[in-house]
């Protein structure tokens, strides 16, 4: 976004590694900031907790960030306290987009965006080469037709599935 002709202004993508414990964590950030080191328009923060934290504090966390991205993994045994915490951050930051990607969407998404109107999107399959092509367009979902993997309801109410991201170019 142009704040003004000579400002750009900085997106910041806030990543919430919420784990089942503190001796799990989750390789998705470091592989996606990677990715996108080159980027200077992107300003990174993280918030670490477990499932066993109060959603308060983690949302609190969340919102002094004020991200314009929120991203996560989902895992089987956080995605409750992940949704929990993601549905009370939106409200306070209804601007915010929320991203996810993990195992939990392997399969056929439209239930869980239907059910999680709050979730803008989720990545399904390896996500690493196709989140920085999101975050070029994260706030313009017209433009998401394109990216592999990514799952949403447009702004007509129809489920856009655009199958598996893979790793093209495994090197990089």
């Given at each position: 976004?142009?704040?003004d002709?000579?400002t750009?202004?900085?997106m910041?993508i806030?990543?919430?590694d919420?784990?089942s414990?503190?001796a799990?964590?989750?390789?998705?950030l470091?592989?996606l900031?990677?990715?996108?080191?080159?980027?200077?328009?992107?300003?990174w923060?993280?918030?670490s907790a477990?499932?066993?934290?109060?959603p308060?504090?983690?949302?609190?966390q969340?919102?002094?960030?004020?991200?314009s991205l929120?991203?996560?993994?989902c895992?089987?045994?956080?995605?409750e306290?992940?949704l929990?915490?993601?549905c009370?951050?939106?409200?306070?930051?209804?601007?915010s987009?929320?991203?996810?990607?993990?195992?939990?969407?392997?399969?056929?998404?439209?239930?869980?965006?239907?059910?999680?109107?709050?979730i803008?999107c989720?990545?399904?399959?390896?996500?690493?080469?196709q989140?920085?092509?999101?975050?070029n367009?994260w706030?313009?979902?017209?433009?998401?037709t394109?990216?592999?993997?990514?799952c949403?309801?447009?702004?007509?109410g129809?489920y856009?599935?655009?199958g598996?991201?893979?790793v093209?170019?495994?090197?990089?």
């Open positions: 976004p142009i704040t002709k000579n750009v202004q900085k910041k806030l990543w919430l919420l784990n414990s503190y799990h964590s989750s390789l998705a470091p592989a900031h990677a990715q996108m080191l080159d980027n200077k328009n992107i300003q923060a993280s918030v477990t499932i066993n934290e109060d308060g504090y983690v949302t609190a969340i919102i002094k960030h004020q991200p929120i991203a996560a993994t895992w089987l045994f956080t995605h306290a992940l929990h915490i993601l009370r951050a939106k409200t306070l930051l209804p601007d987009h929320i991203v996810l990607g993990g195992p939990e969407f392997l399969g056929d998404n439209e239930h869980f965006l239907r059910s999680n109107p709050f803008d989720v990545l399904r399959g390896e996500g690493e080469e989140f920085p092509q999101f975050c367009v706030n313009t979902p017209e433009q998401w394109d990216i592999p993997g990514i949403y309801i447009n702004n007509n129809t856009i599935d655009n598996i991201a893979r093209m170019d495994f090197e990089k």
